[in-house]
């Protein structure tokens, strides 16, 4: 990493650079949002080649996070780790992270002319485009975090990503490094195809295995020869210990013992994001010390089991845009003593516009042990259905309010939780964005 620029490319660069950061500064300076993506379209179409020519100038390389959950959290944990042990890091941290947020965030580290003095990117890549961009990022480290079902309007099933993901891998350069989620089939088994270097990293604590494997659940076949997978215990979804009857196939042994390592944030979720980071940390010759002092301090990512204070009560806002998330989101709610949960459901492009998915919840165990629930968003009345489906008797233990206005939703929810208790709120992504801004005043787009 770290190569010169030649001339020319350089002085288109450097265009390119000052313009989006020229926009980057009136678009903040007029309140109209983060510029997290227009800078960098305006950039690619000054200069097609940006994303390459930035990060090519990364010294000790670039750092690809990708999967369907667990990206922004464990991009932003890695990225503290590093900067605690003294490096300078470029790192897309709205969670813009297409193409146009990449070279956006890109070039906000870079100078006026497109020079990029850091010692690690660390980028997380929407899950679809992960083969557009290996070959021009040639990134050091790929770290895989898990593929479940989301957006299918877009994305379609996983099997057909992760056949992209292995084919565009395989054709990586053989000195990229790649960290696969061991207790996930689908990416246990792509690490066991690549020939570049592979460290997994996972769960081996069999006292946190569910009763049972949840219905949201992708790939409990074998990824080799379809056969059905038997599974010793699954921890979310179909992540768990499994092996193949038929071909042999199995999990893959983590690189971490994960009973020793303590986790960031609320939720089993979120001990694979902790995971995933230290693993990717100790890769780069982070000390073990390091790694978990920063653990121990890490605040969340906004909307990522973030925590606020409004008016003197304890807001937790929870991200839920697909059925693993959603089910592990709500296994927090019900693991909790609190008893007011705000569930807001949007349809708009960033969120996708097939909510078909919201049938594939389990909202039993929500519904059932009662509380109240209070629904909004632009799809409200079908997020309503999906819990009136839940009730098992006529009497059923769970008050649910329905609010189309989500300012109003908010202002409910706040006024019927208890002054020692903590307001769930388990937002879609457009729909956190916007209860972000009512409650705090600021937008984050």
Known sequence: MGNKINLLDRLRLGLAVSVAKGIT?????LNLGAASVLPGAIARKLEPQSLRLLTQQVKKGVILIAGTNGKTTTSLLLCEILQNQGYRIAHNSTG????????????ESANAVGGLDVDYAILEVDENIVPKVLAPIQPQAILC????????????EVDSISKRWTKAISANSPNTTVIPNADD??????????????VFFGLNEPEKYLPEIPHAVDSIYCPHCGHSLDYEGVY?????EFDCPK???????????????????VGLYNKYNTLAAATVAQELGIPETTIKETIKNFQAAFGRAEELQIDGKKVRILLSKNPV????????VTESQDTTTLLVLNDRVQDGEDVSWIWDIDTEPLVQRGGTLIVSGDRVYDLALRLQYSETSLISKATLIVEPELKQAIAIALEKTPVNETLHILPTYTAMLDIRETLTGKKIR
């Open 247 to 265: 071909c042999g196939f199995h999990r893959s042994q983590p690189a971490l013992d994960s009973s020793k390592w303590s986790q960031v944030l």
């Open 185 to 198: 089939p689908t990416l246990s088994y792509l690490g066991q195809q690549l020939s570049q270097k592979v």
């Open 325 to 332: 998330g959603t089910n592990e989101t709500i296994r927090v």
């Open 96 to 107: 813009a992270n297409l193409e146009n947020g990449l070279v956006t965030a890109l070039t």
């Open 25 to 29: 500064f009136g678009v903040r300076s």
């Open 236 to 240: 979310l979804s179909h992540l768990g």
């Open 145 to 156: 975090l898990n593929l479940f079902r989301d957006q299918l309007d877009r994305y379609g």
